[in-house]
């Protein structure tokens, strides 16, 4: 039943009652329907106040939060721009008018209060045509600083047209970074193979263990040799290669040769031993460990290992350049750069970078993307173990630590055949919505604007 058709229903049993009766019991009567009706009706109109409250209060907690998030710290700019919000997303129905009085602004606190001045559809009959509701809504919009490890495959599987995707992506994010523009963003970029390149400059770093550049002379051994004296025939055959545990057709020279007879060649061997930067792993448990405590980490003598590092930076550019010179080379082990993504976002030694002008608020991010299984594991301070098994395990130990360390991890896995290691890398992100499994190009850069669009509302507290 409606409230006209009830609102006629007893203005008709009043009339009624009034004609039929008389004397004394007609005006008790008539005295008594008349204060149930003016109960009723107060009853039906309090409930409508009621329902009309609640509303003007989910209107005025979006209108609070609508104008803490504008930035407006203009009086009548404030005041105009709720009154528009609340004129698009909150239009008054008939016998309905929403007015707000005032809207303040404290800090990133907005403080709106509004008033509803509602028709009766009963209580009018008893003096009250219409019913005023008030209600009073506060919201705080602050935009949290925000630290994210960009932890980058650049293994030798990555050349060609995934790097170039890659590197669109991954900057593209960089730039949707660069227009937050009033929220302290800073970002570290740590590509990885079966290494990570540290750089130069931190060879004297008292956390580092790095040999002296030199000539090195081994013991003497001696081998036996067949000089050759003539190649002929050679042409070109189909070979299989193999990059990072990708497999390819290739061709290879092969040549007909004739060789002397045999002799012994008795040596001391040299080498020139040289550090590009590049930096194993500690011992266990160490190795899954971000923090310095007193155990150097070591420097690989000879190895080249890709683009240097970049710890954490306000400098959007910077790290955007260090993308850009991304060089696909190596084979992949995630822990590895899972430590050091870690380490970016850790204010302990040996990257302090994080401690710098440290906000009391800040969202610590990792996005790991990777486009294969691991190929390499530990084994001493090097990464040429070909154990897949106890690299896994490994990776799923750093992602938990790292997790522990209340670091928001992102993952993608970019082009995995293997269902196990897709596997590996969804349990990695900090809830299954921050997983992506690109299959493409155009996946992965899906991907790295929907993790910009979360980043966004990762930033922000109401």
Known sequence: MTLT????????????????????????????????????????????????????????????????????????ELTLAAQDYMDL??????????????????????????????????????????????ANSSATFAEKSIDIAMVLDSTGSMAGSKMKSLKTSASNLIDTLDDYDTAQVRVAVVPFSNYVNVGLSRRNAKWLSVPKDGVVTLPEKCEKRRDVISKTNCRKVKSTCTNDGVTSTCYKTKCDIKRGPEYEVCFKPTYTAKWHGCVGSRKEPLNEQAAYKGKKIPGLMGNICGTEMRPLTTNLKKAKATIKALDAKGNTYMPSGLAWGWRTLNA????????????????????????????????????????????NAATARLCENAKND??????????????????????????????????NASDLDKAFKEIGDSLSTLRLTN
């Open 89 to 134: 997303n909150y239009p008054g129905s008939k016998g309905s008018r929403i007015k707000i009085n005032s809207v303040t602004r404290t800090g990133d606190t907005v403080t709106v209060d509004a008033t509803n001045t509602i028709d009766t559809d009963f209580a009018h009959m008893i003096g009250y045509k219409t019913l005023d509701v008030r």
């Open 5 to 76: 058709t009830l609102k006629n229903r007893l203005t008709q049993t009043a009339a009624r009652y009034s004609r039929d009766t008389s004397g004394q019991f007609g005006i008790m009567f008539a005295a008594s329907i008349m204060m149930l009706i003016g109960g009723l009706a107060t009853a039906i109109d309090l409930s409508s106040a009621y329902a009309a409250k609640q509303r003007l209060q989910d209107t005025t907690d979006q209108i609070s939060l609508y104008a803490a998030r504008q930035q407006i710290t203009d009086a009548g």
């Open 406 to 439: 209340k670091i928001t991890i992102y993952t993608i896995a970019y082009d995995i055949s293997d269902a196990d290691t897709r596997s590996l890398v969804k349990s990695c992100a900090s809830a299954p919505a921050m997983y992506f499994d690109a299959k």
């Open 348 to 391: 302990d030694v040996p990257l302090t970078e994080a401690a710098k002008g440290k906000a009391k608020d800040v969202e610590k991010v990792m996005i790991l993307m990777t486009d294969g299984d691991n190929t390499k594991s530990k084994g001493g301070d090097w990464h040429e173990v070909n154990n897949g098994v106890q690299a």
